[in-house]
């Protein structure tokens, strides 16, 4: 049996060993431990590094300037006149490194953290002179081989951002040098189209336009405007849900290939069609909308007039004048007095568009088929519009070497255009006087609005067949 008894406080004292250098050193090397300790984190970031270099994929040269990223991380480095790059704070065993550089392609690669002997390659991609394009040619031409400018918009991502409803509204401000002007904002009517500005002063601007490389007319003011009736454009006859992709040939170069007319330049539409060994794919879509004459109490003035003895005398009617004696300036609001009846002059107008598409393919036949059906009400009862739109696309492959393909389109409707100027509502509305408020135009200039409404119809029917075939044989 052994005891132990704790010494007390006296005997430490008596045993505590005199400063020496032995427990100094001790003193030290326990201090430089726990420095090491407090430092570690950042001793352990500085291990966590990725480097290596950016180099060209023929040559193996180095790539100055190129930005070096940690996926899913704020942490980047660009690589040094030697392609060198250095990235510090990694986490995790392995991270993806994205690389980019202007005239190279964008790539990605996995590394290992801790890796600083990491090479990535980029592929150079200056300038692509071999995208095909249609031009309106019988086949399609080369980028480099037109000479002038071609923008394109790709009318399927457009239309599922935007949502646009007509084909104007898709080539506003989506190709430079375009400049989509509406000419009303009235149903049926459509825009003026400039490519790179006016010109001329009195000849058309309107640039030619061909549909799967068959010349269709788009002229704006078609018809008849009589008593200011709204010009139509051919343009919005088409369904944008039926487009692929637009091509606008800019320039006067454009004329080398199209003729003198082709001096406006040249649109170019290309409409969707099927995929080879492709299941049948049903799409169906309904816009619905409205449009209205924004703030008509604020933009339509107030009439003055002066009740004079004349108008007195040759009506025999001071209420003419509100009762009010010889010299007295009355007003008049044709707003105001119509909404105050209970029939406003322009009310909201309903815009819907039912559309349906069936597309697919085999090896040997690829087809694509849709419907458009447009009901427009415009914001008065004599501006709306009727039309319905049908398209087909079909290729036929009997063998590797030869194709054949038709496109068929169908548009047939009926626009009520209404009145702007002359006898129109608006018309009407801006140059009344108050001193025939009492009669039957209550006010307005020539006819109240209801008379204008069921008197002058401005209206036009369109019934157009387009087709088109072609044949490719790759001999």
Same mark, same amino acid.
């Given at each position: @049996?052994?005891?132990?008894?704790?010494?007390?406080?006296?005997?430490?004292?008596?045993? /505590?060993?005199?400063?020496?250098?032995?427990?100094?050193?001790?003193?030290?090397?326990? %201090?430089?431990?726990?420095?090491?300790?407090?430092?570690?984190?950042?001793?352990?970031?500085?291990?966590?590094?990725?480097?290596?270099?950016?180099?060209?994929?023929?040559?193996?040269?180095?790539?100055?300037?190129? =930005?070096?990223?940690?996926?899913?991380?704020?942490?980047? /480095?660009?690589?040094?006149?030697?392609?060198?790059? =250095?990235?510090?704070? !990694?986490?995790?065993?392995?991270?993806?490194?994205?690389?980019? =550089?202007?005239?190279?392609? !964008?790539t990605a690669q996995r590394v290992a953290v801790g890796a600083t002997e990491t090479r990535i390659l980029m592929s150079e991609s200056p300038v692509k002179l071999d995208e095909v394009?249609?031009?309106?040619?019988?086949?399609?031409?080369?980028?480099?081989?037109?000479?002038?400018?071609?923008?394109?918009?790709?009318?399927?991502?457009?239309?599922?951002?935007?949502?646009?409803?007509?084909?104007?509204?898709? %080539?506003?401000?989506?190709?430079?040098?375009?400049?989509?002007?509406?000419?009303?904002?009235?149903?049926?009517?459509?825009?003026?189209i400039n490519i790179r500005g006016k010109n001329t002063i009195s000849l058309s601007q309107q640039p030619l336009l061909y549909i799967d490389g068959v010349r269709v007319v788009n002229?704006?003011?078609?018809?008849?405007?009589?008593?200011?009736? #709204?010009?139509?454009?051919?343009?919005?006859?088409?369904?944008?849900?039926?487009?692929?992709? @637009?091509?606008?040939?800019?320039?006067?170069?454009?004329?080398?290939?199209?003729?003198?007319?082709?001096?406006?330049?040249?649109?170019?539409?290309?409409?969707?069609?099927?995929?080879?060994?492709?299941?049948?794919?049903?799409?169906?879509?309904?816009?619905?909308?409205?449009? *209205?004459?924004?703030?008509?109490?604020?933009? @339509?003035?107030?009439?003055? +007039?002066?009740?004079?003895? /004349?108008?007195?005398?040759?009506? #025999?009617? !001071?209420?003419?004048?509100?009762?009010?004696?010889?010299?007295?300036?009355?007003? $008049?609001? /044709?707003?105001?007095?119509?909404?105050?009846?209970?029939?406003?002059? *322009?009310?909201?107008?309903?815009?819907?568009?039912?559309?349906?598409?069936? #597309?697919?393919?085999?090896?040997?036949?690829?087809?694509?088929?849709?419907?458009?059906?447009?009901?427009?009400?415009?914001?008065?009862?004599?501006?709306?519009?009727?039309?319905?739109?049908?398209?087909?696309?079909?290729?036929?492959?009997?063998?590797?070497?030869?194709?054949?393909?038709?496109?068929?389109?169908?548009?047939?409707?009926?626009?009520?255009?209404?009145?702007?100027?002359?006898?129109?509502? *608006?018309?009407? +509305?801006?140059?009344?006087?108050?001193?025939?408020?009492?009669?039957?135009?209550?006010?307005?200039?020539?006819?109240?609005?209801?008379?204008? $409404?069921?008197?002058?119809?401005?209206?036009?029917?369109?019934?157009?067949?387009?087709?088109s075939g072609t044949i490719n044989h790759r001999p």
């Amino acid at each position: @049996m052994h005891s132990y008894s704790p010494p007390r406080p006296t005997e430490l004292l008596q045993r /505590a060993p005199h400063p020496s250098s032995s427990g100094v050193f001790r003193s030290i090397l326990t %201090l430089a431990m726990g420095l090491c300790i407090i430092a570690s984190p950042e001793l352990l970031a500085q291990d966590r590094v990725v480097a290596g270099t950016v180099r060209r994929a023929v040559t193996l040269t180095p790539i100055e300037g190129a =930005r070096v990223q940690i996926e899913g991380t704020d942490l980047f /480095a660009t690589t040094d006149g030697a392609g060198r790059f =250095r990235i510090s704070g !990694a986490s995790g065993d392995s991270v993806t490194l994205q690389v980019r =550089r202007l005239s190279y392609t !964008a790539t990605a690669q996995r590394v290992a953290v801790g890796a600083t002997e990491t090479r990535i390659l980029m592929s150079e991609s200056p300038v692509k002179l071999d995208e095909v394009v249609v031009t309106g040619t019988a086949v399609g031409t080369q980028s480099r081989a037109i000479g002038n400018a071609v923008s394109t918009i790709n009318a399927v991502d457009e239309i599922e951002k935007s949502g646009v409803g007509d084909v104007g509204s898709l %080539l506003n401000a989506r190709a430079p040098g375009v400049i989509v002007t509406s000419g009303s904002g009235r149903i049926g009517a459509g825009p003026s189209i400039n490519i790179r500005g006016k010109n001329t002063i009195s000849l058309s601007q309107q640039p030619l336009l061909y549909i799967d490389g068959v010349r269709v007319v788009n002229d704006i003011g078609t018809g008849t405007r009589f008593q200011g009736g #709204s010009p139509a454009s051919r343009l919005n006859d088409i369904s944008p849900e039926d487009i692929e992709s @637009m091509e606008i040939i800019k320039g006067p170069a454009a004329a080398t290939i199209y003729g003198t007319e082709a001096a406006n330049g040249v649109i170019q539409i290309i409409t969707k069609k099927g995929r080879a060994n492709s299941a049948p794919v049903w799409i169906a879509s309904v816009r619905q909308g409205t449009q *209205w004459f924004q703030d008509p109490e604020g933009r @339509m003035p107030t009439n003055y +007039a002066t009740c004079g003895a /004349a108008h007195v005398v040759a009506t #025999s009617l !001071a209420t003419d004048c509100h009762g009010q004696a010889v010299g007295t300036v009355v007003t $008049w609001d /044709a707003v105001e007095q119509e909404n105050a009846r209970g029939t406003p002059i *322009w009310t909201n107008g309903h815009l819907q568009t039912y559309n349906g598409s069936l #597309s697919g393919g085999l090896p040997l036949v690829r087809y694509y088929v849709s419907g458009t059906y447009d009901h427009d009400k415009g914001i008065e009862p004599n501006n709306k519009l009727n039309r319905f739109s049908g398209h087909a696309n079909l290729t036929i492959s009997p063998n590797e070497k030869v194709d054949v393909s038709s496109s068929l389109t169908f548009v047939r409707g009926k626009t009520h255009l209404g009145t702007e100027y002359g006898a129109g509502s *608006w018309w009407g +509305a801006l140059y009344g006087s108050p001193l025939s408020e009492g009669g039957p135009g209550r006010g307005f200039n020539l006819y109240p609005p209801e008379a204008v $409404w069921g008197l002058f119809e401005n209206t036009q029917d369109i019934a157009r067949f387009t087709a088109s075939g072609t044949i490719n044989h790759r001999p």
